[in-house]
């Protein structure tokens, strides 16, 4: 019954912005780590960031600097704010949370569906 939702992703050209949301429903007790992965074609999942229920945060090396990871707990959603976008950040964009549905129980992960990321040059 958990779904997360990502959206805001599109085609932009190099330099551009974008700004991804993700966005939780369904039965959650707690949200606690949230994060954001990318695939692009032929390549592995990778991490992009992620950010504690407390609100640390960490990114990978090729984003950091760049990428900002951000979380609205009353909304239930993490947010991924892209700046300085380069052609290798072409991707689809996946949103991770760590979701408590029953307390004393450990948190489970979900995954979103994906929204497609295109840099151009």
């Known amino acids: 019954q958990v779904q997360l939702v990502e959206s805001g992703g599109g085609l932009v050209q190099a330099g551009g912005s974008l700004r991804l949301s993700c966005a939780a429903s369904?039965?959650?007790?707690?949200?606690?780590?949230m994060g954001w992965y990318r695939q692009a074609p032929g390549k592995q999942r990778e991490l992009v960031a992620t950010?504690?229920?407390?609100?640390?945060?960490n990114y990978a090396d090729s984003v950091k600097g760049r990428f900002t990871i951000s979380r609205d707990n009353a909304k239930k959603t993490v947010y991924l704010q892209m700046n300085s976008l380069k052609p290798e950040d072409t991707a689809v964009y996946y949103c991770n949370a760590d979701i408590v549905r029953r307390w004393l129980n450990p948190p489970i992960s979900y995954w979103g569906q994906g929204t497609q990321v295109t840099v151009s040059s």
């Open positions: 369904g039965t959650i007790l707690s949200l606690n780590a």
């Open positions: 950010i504690t229920g407390g609100g640390s945060t």
